[in-house]
Structures are given as C-alpha cells and as structure tokens.
C-alpha cells in the first residue's frame, strides 16, 4: 500500500499522505515519508527559496500510533517510537520553510507530525486537533509536551489539549494563534497552503541557514529527543491497546 506521494510545482514540493488506515504513524509510513523528505535533500536546486506542504487524503490528517500494528509487542512500540523521533528531528532539521494543511483530523502522535511544522493551516468544515491520550489512559512523552509547550503559548489552552484532552476546531485553534489560517472547505485549505507557500518562496531564504535557525528555536524539543522513554512506552501502549 502506498502511504504518501510527493509532487513539485516550482519551488514547491508537496507531500500528501495516502492510503485507507487513518494515515496511522506506523514504521512503514514513517520511512515511506523520511524516504520523501531525503528525495527533496537530494535536490541540489531546492535547498534555498522552497517550501514543504505536507497534507493528507481523506477524513484524517492522521490518527495517531498504529496501536493495531503494535499490539503489546515490546519490541514494536519501540521501534515506532523512535522512528517518529528520528522524523521529528527530521523535519525541525528540514532546509526550507514548512506547511502542514490539515483538512481532516489530527489526533496524538498525528498532531505532533503536524505541529513539527512551522506553519499550518486547517479546515473549518471538518477536523479538530486532539491530543487523545488521557481519554485513552496513556502517558505523554516529555518530547511529546516539549513540542506542545512551543506550538501553544497559552498556558490555560496547553492545559485543556494535556489535560482535559480538549478536540479544538480550527476557529478554536486560530483564536488560540495554533494555526495560522482556517479555511471553510477541504479544497480551500489546500488552495490556502499553496498561497501560503508561494509567499514563503517569494523571501528566497537560504535553506541551511534557515534550519539552522529552526534548530535553536526548537532546541529543547532536539533535546528532549535523546531522552529514551520507550519503558514507559511499552507499558502504556500495551494498556492501551488493551482496551481496544
């Protein structure tokens, strides 16, 4: 099953999520996307002046872990684990601007892929960001909480998505300064990110030093990274998946 697909237009170059599984952050999908990610590297002419737009097909920008791959092997939810850390770092490291256009929803781990993003835009129609896992009885990683601490500046907003695992619309999430726009239609949104796109092309940055940048913005979610907590990973995957 194919679980993405990459096109360029221009300086653009979009990476759409593919395939009938909830777009569900598996070992496959992570490296279907890292195997995209180093196609654009390997592209001498795009590392200064392009833009990533990452967007997905369907009802989901992504749903979260593959619990159902998992199960309560050990071994597996290690290895899904650190395969999302290393497209974490990935894309905080990615030589040009970032765009996620979200027009479906974005649960969990499938949120954080989408906040590893300078930039999204959403749907109003369809689509809530919801970090689900106290509802389902899981712990967040700290890199998890690192990465929600620099996309939600308010504080009180922070701890509705934590703790109360608050769904937030896309008018919630852009009076909340989440997102950057919302959209009234699926159509709308992807026509916005091109929009989006074609602006941040137009500034010319140069890629390496744009990243470079990134990187000490988002310095303590790089730091977090190294820190394994796949233990606790283990144990609350599996109780998780248990209730399934």
């Known amino acids: ?12 170059f979009i990476l759409t999520l593919t395939g009938e599984d909830e777009h569900r952050i598996n070992p496959a999908r992570i490296d279907a996307i890292r195997s995209a990610l180093n196609q654009i590297r390997s592209d001498s002419t795009s590392l200064s002046g392009s ?6 097909h369907g009802k989901f920008f992504s749903n979260g872990y593959d619990l159902s791959w ?20 990935d894309l905080i490291s990615f030589p040009m601007p970032t765009v996620a ?33 106290t509802d389902i009885g899981l712990k967040i990683p700290a890199w998890f909480i690192a990465v929600i601490s620099c996309k939600i500046g308010d504080a009180k907003v922070r ?8 769904k ?15 959209f009234d239609t699926a159509a709308e949104t992807a026509e916005g990110a091109l929009e989006l796109g074609e602006k941040l092309v137009k500034n010319g940055w140069n890629g390496q030093v744009y990243c470079e940048n990134r990187k000490q913005l988002y310095r303590e979610i790089l730091d977090k990274l190294g820190v394994d907590e796949t233990t606790d990973d283990v144990n609350n995957v599996a109780i998780a998946t248990s209730k399934m």
Do not use: W
């Open 1 to 12: 099953m194919e679980m993405c697909n990459l096109e360029k237009r221009g300086k653009l």
């Open 51 to 56: 833009v990533l737009i990452t967007t997905a």
């Open 70 to 89: 998992a199960g309560s092997s050990p071994d597996k939810i290690r290895l899904m684990s650190s395969k999302l850390r290393e497209l974490v770092a």
């Open 101 to 133: 256009a979200i027009t479906g929803h974005a649960c969990a781990a499938g949120l954080i892929l989408a906040f590893c993003h300078d930039y999204i835009v959403m749907r109003k129609d369809r689509g809530f960001l919801y970090m689900s896992e």
């Open 159 to 166: 701890r509705d998505v934590v703790l109360k695992a608050k």
């Open 168 to 182: 937030l619309t896309a008018e919630q999430a852009l009076e909340s300064g989440i997102i950057d726009a919302a």
